[in-house]
């Protein structure tokens, strides 16, 4: 039996667990409000996020070793690393009430991907619009600084107790801290891709 349709159908499930992450964010958070989220359920959403994003390897080498590389699976890849990176964005921003220093980056990071993907449909998704290197390292810089924030945040409820700028406080803020300094410079990135992008297209 022909195992052609299994890198689209994880690609699929990686659209559809990104949306996951974000609820399971939105839960959670409504859960630490109350008091009732505690111990290692605050880890959850950290996991699944970084068993999605791992997904975006999975179907890749699914394809190239099944010989099922498709237009629709190279299509649908992108957008489903924009997807899972737009719904953490999101379900951040929310639960820290739409702060500046997150809000900010969100909206660039997700500004620029709609922008970029729109053009892309719009035009086709022709072959000659690659994916720059430039591009794929803005891509996982916001995921890897995703990832970092998420695990900053179970570790700086575990440590609620502790003393301010005690060790243990900083430890378990450092993830968090270091994740939106990655998110900032990722959004600076998107910036700098998408003036690539248009300058490309301009010159045809």
Known sequence: ????????????????????????LLEMDGDIRSGQTAGGWLFLPFAVFVFTAATDWLDGA????LNAESRFGARLDPIADKLLAAS?????AYMERWA????????VIIGRDFLMTAVREAM??????????????KTAVVLTSLASVLLG???SYLAA????????????RTPWIVGMLGLWIAAVMSVMTATN????????
Do not use: E, H, Q
């Open 124 to 137: 086709g998704n022709p072959s000659t619009l690659k994916v720059s290197p430039a591009a794929k390292w």
């Open 197 to 204: 992008y248009v300058s490309a297209l301009a010159r045809g």
């Open 88 to 92: 953490t964005l999101v379900a951040l």
């Open 62 to 65: 699914l394809a190239r070793a």
């Open 161 to 172: 107790g502790s003393d301010p700028y005690s060790v243990l406080w900083v430890i378990a």
């Open 100 to 107: 500046w220093f997150i809000l900010l980056p969100a909206l």
């Open 153 to 155: 945040i179970a570790f």
């Open 1 to 24: 039996m022909s195992l052609k349709w299994l890198p689209n159908t994880v690609t699929i499930l990686r659209c559809a667990l990104a949306l996951v992450v974000g609820y399971m």
